[in-house]
């Protein structure tokens, strides 16, 4: 089972809003990853966390804050984000290859956000 | 830097036309290179994968090969069918664990 679950599917907010976005997997993953794509573009990665430390942070904003619970579960908080941060949020999850080496990354169907 | 070149933007063909997509990294030290396809509405999906030490891999009608020395990888798809149709997306791997850097998406359409 190579599955990565998101949700919601959908989410519309506020710029005044406080939102959640969540991810979880049950492939044994020790990596888990928050992309951002915009329409007609490719995925740009966020955050990646690793053994739930957060080892990559690509200078997002302090609006998007993530959180990795546990091994299976990451979150992404919202808050006070502006409509140009309207986009479809990916989440993926790979194995931590050796050495810190890249492995294969499976994404989840991602959550479709509109910011008013 | 961090950069991957993906041609053509789009790609029409008919079906049981071959489908051949091109990239191009600009780190020597990447060593992954997958292909994802990303449907309308979903996320991306792994179709093939390959690694610095092969030059090439097949999977069905689906192929990739790989030239280290050029820092080329392109994706060969046969026999292509309609539900080939989708955003094609080629990615290398950066120093930085585990980061991958997309390439621009190729929209393949197969028309019956």
């Known amino acids: 089972d190579t599955e990565v679950t998101q949700t919601p599917k959908h989410l519309v907010m506020g710029m005044t809003n406080k939102k959640s976005l969540k991810c979880e997997q049950h492939m044994g993953h020790r990596a888990m990853y928050w992309y951002k794509q915009k329409a007609k573009k490719p995925p740009e990665l966020m955050f990646v966390y690793s053994y739930e430390k957060l080892s990559i942070n690509e200078s997002v904003p302090s609006r998007f804050s993530p959180e990795c619970p546990n091994s299976s579960l990451l979150n992404l908080h919202l808050h006070a984000l502006q409509p140009e941060d309207s986009a479809l949020y990916l989440c993926a999850s790979s194995q931590p290859g050796p050495g810190g080496a890249t492995d294969t990354q499976y994404f989840g169907p991602g959550t479709r956000l509109t910011v008013l | 830097g961090e950069n991957v070149e993906q041609h053509p933007s789009t790609l029409s063909v008919q079906e049981g036309d071959s489908a051949v997509i091109k990239c191009t990294y600009s780190?020597?030290?990447?060593?992954?290179f997958p292909w994802y396809k990303q449907e309308l509405g979903k996320g991306p999906q792994l179709i093939i994968d390959?690694?610095?030490?092969?030059g090439e891999k097949k999977d069905q009608r689906i192929a990739v090969t790989l030239n280290k020395t050029a820092k080329h990888f392109s994706l060969h798809i046969t026999e292509t069918q309609p539900e080939d149709s989708a955003v094609y997306f080629c990615?290398?791997?950066?120093?930085?664990?585990?980061?991958?850097?997309f390439g621009t998406g190729t929209r393949l359409l197969v028309s019956p």
């Open positions: 390959i690694r610095s030490n092969v």
């Open positions: 990615a290398a791997s950066y120093t930085g664990f585990q980061k991958l850097v």
């Open positions: 780190d020597s030290a990447s060593n992954y």
